[in-house]
């Protein structure tokens, strides 16, 4: 998770939503990681995990992340979380819930859905209280600089 936070931060000090992303191997080995890119990339679908799922999946050659872990610092969205899904990611692990955007626990919780093929194991509440600072700040000082 230390990975995903760290990619956070740097999304952050880009002016990024701070969201980051880390896909381990079966081995144990970073295959990628990356953090929110949507405002650099004028991209809507530039979510941390859907850029380090897409450079994984490069990186293996293959479009599966069978086996894979993905860490994430914040509850995927519905999109991301149907990307999850359709990648064969074995588990996944995120910090802070999403009451707003989230889509695994909240919102459509799309895994429960009997459409969803694959639902990879669930670990939620990683690092929880450094995900969800990161966003509070974030929020925090553009709310404050917009005065």
Known sequence: MEIALKEARLAAERGEVPVGAAVISPQGAVLARAGNQMRAQND???HAEVLAIRSACKALGSERLSGCDLYVSLEPCPMCAGLIAVARIERLYYGACDPKSGGVAQG????????CHHKPEVYSGIAEGEAAALLRDFFAKRRGGAR
């Open 44 to 46: 809507p679908s530039a």
């Open 108 to 115: 459509p919780q799309v895994f429960s859905h009997a459409q």
